[in-house]
């Protein structure tokens, strides 16, 4: 029987496909278009992306597209094997990924720092493969970066909030942060899903420890 907290082989993964989910054209929040021209997520001119996985990637996308400055946010699945995934599949434990949001924001209204202090007081990042009561590979804490500086940032970060949380009496880190992976778009329903379904389901919660400002 598969242990669904325990990361599968790339070997053993579940193949995928060759076809990319569907994704609607305007983010259903603010209405920007969600594809450039080249059929990837839309950054304009001067504009950055970040990707982080923090537990259900519902509540978690409703972190950031509330935050100004962010331009666009999408949910999808990154980190794993498997090409352009389902949602049952990543479920299943069998692809490797991990529940991830996409964020476009203009650095010159919000910066990286500031979306890393509402990824850390989020979640909880020492819970592993899980995030309360969700477990499985899906819901481990990660930041994947965009460049050597990003990745800098993070792991600064992550140091900061490490001893904020050890002084609290919590465990250590399990966060990864690594170079940022293949992003893969989940299925249109999981867009926006608290703004599309206001009573729906949240899993998210953080531990009340606020990251040091430096």
């Known amino acids: 029987m598969l242990d669904k907290k325990s990361m599968i082989s790339a070997e053993a993964a579940l193949p995928g496909r060759t076809q990319s989910m569907p994704v609607p054209a305007h983010h259903f929040v603010n209405a920007n278009p ?4 080249n059929g990837e997520i839309a950054i304009p001119d001067g504009f950055q992306q970040a990707l982080f996985g923090l537990g259900c ?14 331009y666009l946010s999408a949910v999808g699945y990154a980190a794993g094997y498997t090409a352009n995934p389902s949602y049952e599949e ?3 434990g ?9 964020v476009v924001f203009d650095p010159s209204v919000i910066s990286y720092k500031d979306l890393l202090k509402v990824f850390w007081e989020s979640h909880n990042p020492t819970q592993g493969m899980q ?3 969700d ?14 500086e990003q990745q800098q ?3 600064a970060s992550l140091d900061q909030f490490r001893t904020a949380l050890s002084d609290k009496g919590f465990n250590d ?24 379904n206001p009573g729906g389901y949240c899993g998210l919660g953080g531990t009340g420890v606020c990251l040091p400002e430096e």
């Not at 069998?94 to 996409?102: A, D, K, L």
């Open 131 to 133: 995030q309360g009561n």
């Open 135 to 148: 477990t499985g590979t899906q819901y481990r804490s990660g930041v994947y970066c965009y460049g050597v």
């Open 34 to 37: 969600m594809l450039g021209s």
């Open 173 to 196: 880190i399990t966060t990864e942060i690594i170079a940022a992976p293949s992003f893969y778009f989940a299925e249109e329903y999981h867009q926006q899903y608290l703004a599309k």
């Open 90 to 92: 990543v479920c299943s």
């Open 57 to 70: 990637f519902w509540g978690a996308e409703r972190k950031f597209w509330q935050l100004p400055g962010v």
């Open 153 to 155: 940032t993070a792991q």
């Open 94 to 102: 069998r692809t490797g990924h991990n529940e991830v949001v996409m």
